[in-house]
């Protein structure tokens, strides 16, 4: 290879020379020059360093760090109904039990306001025992939970078909207390919560209240039935003639009185799916004001439905009506959701069934490729293992109603009586 610099003439000669430390051979370059009167180029000053670059051969990158590697996986997943894009949508976050911001409560409330689902779960996975087990918390896009039903079944869904395929239990330990979730025989997955007693007591409805569903819709509160004070809120009866299920309902003006609203009524022409009752569920100061499933006010409406005199209103079966009964609830408006439901008053405790789709599924990336870091959020406080009932007017109560719900029994680890 010749190369003309106006008085000065180099060439460029390599010759292929194998050395006994590499594999494959290198190129040996030789320049040879001849002197003239002219004066040199400064391109030509460049010459040797491209021939460096040429000689020498590239470097590996280098691995990346455990920590940059740890991106999260995630699933969407609609609980309570065997179609996808229909129940209650939650989301589920894997998350190692090594990842450097596990018990980031900031971080993870970040990335529940970023999903913006009902609900966004993250799991654990936890060694030892017979069981697969697992840690778990709860988020809105606001705070974190002390509990929520839909969104453990949609957990549990996740660890029987992915995790745990062969399992027929998990458990999932919280910071408030421990479900045991259940494959049943149909391929439904149950899950057990404390029963609200709250709606056996005569505790009176304030005017606010009353005048708050009025507000919402006229024609609803002429087919009250009656209202009921609840942990999370009023339980309202309705006729069934009325048409719930279609009903607009502005819950704005619920705002008017603190406390989540369940409107149900019993359904004497079921359905295809053959409920019983058919509800819906509005928390309105909540982001997602809906509930398209609420497995907290089935705490309070199967007791009573299961309860005299409320029982002689629901659909006659062959064996009659008793605490025991177990049966099928609809929930929801445009999006629905079906439970099926049964009391066992002796373990206090509500077992909700239902089927879960996953519908999406992906990843959020690792750490070090998030650009630019996350913002900083006001700190959440983590649940106390041990929570406080709360009273919905009581200046010391949570940001949403749905926290005091959840109590502990005389043992976090009870199970349901399933004779």
């Known amino acids: 290879m010749g190369v003309g610099s106006g008085g000065m ?6 010759s292929q020379l194998r ?33 460096f670059c040429c000689a020498t051969p590239p470097r590996p990158a ?27 949508p939650a989301a589920v976050v894997l998350v190692p039990a090594n990842h450097p911001r596990r018990d980031d409560t900031d971080f993870l409330l970040s990335v529940a306001r970023e999903f913006n689902q009902p609900m966004t779960a993250f799991l654990t996975a936890k060694e030892g025992g017979d069981e697969p087990k697992y840690a778990i918390r709860w988020f809105t896009g606001i705070q974190e939970y002390p509990l929520c039903g839909h969104a453990s079944l949609a957990a549990a869904a996740l660890c029987f078909t992915e995790l745990n395929p062969t399992a027929r239990h998990v458990r999932l330990e ?16 149950e899950i057990a919560l404390p029963q609200d007693l709250s709606v056996f007591e005569d505790a009176p409805v304030p005017p606010e209240a009353k005048a708050a569903v009025k507000a919402a819709n006229a024609a609803l509160f002429d087919a009250v039935i009656e209202m ?120 206090g405790l509500v077992a909700l069934a239902g089927s879960a789709r996953i519908v999406m599924k992906g990843e959020i990336p690792p750490l070090s490729s998030l650009c630019p870091p996350l913002r900083p959020v006001p700190p959440s406080p983590r649940v106390p293992r041990r929570t406080t009932r709360f009273a919905p007017d009581s200046p010391s109560s949570p940001q949403h109603p749905l926290l005091s719900l959840f109590f502990l029994p005389s043992s976090p680890h009870s199970t349901l009586n399933r004779s």
Request: charged share 15%; hydrophobic share 40%.
């Open 174 to 189: 919280a910071a408030a207390c421990t479900l045991t979730a259940d494959k049943l025989n149909d391929g439904s997955i």
């Open 228 to 347: 009921r004070k609840i942990k999370i809120g009023w339980l309202v009866v309705l006729d069934s003639t009325f048409d719930l299920e279609h009903a607009e309902i502005n819950y704005v003006a619920l705002q008017s009185c603190l406390g989540s609203y369940a409107f149900t009524q019993a359904r004497l022409t079921p359905s295809a799916v053959g409920e019983a009752i058919f509800s819906r569920v509005y928390h309105p100061f909540s982001s997602t004001p809906e509930d398209f499933v609420c497995g907290a006010a089935h705490c309070s409406m199967v007791p009573y439905w299961l309860s005299q005199p409320a029982s002689t209103r629901l659909p006659p079966t062959q064996n009659g009506w008793t605490h025991s009964t177990p049966f099928k609830s609809l929930q929801g408006g445009p999006r629905q959701g079906v439970l099926a439901v049964r009391w066992d008053k002796e373990a």
């Open 62 to 88: 280098r691995p990346p760090s455990d920590s940059s590697k740890m991106s999260l996986e995630f699933r969407i997943i609609d609980a309570f109904t065997s179609t996808p894009f229909a129940g209650n």
């Open 9 to 14: 003439a180099f060439t460029v000669m390599y």
């Open 19 to 51: 050395v006994s430390s590499h594999k494959r051979p290198h190129r040996v370059y030789s320049l040879t020059c001849s002197r003239s009167t002219r004066t040199l180029s400064p391109l030509v000053l460049l010459l040797p360093f491209a021939l």
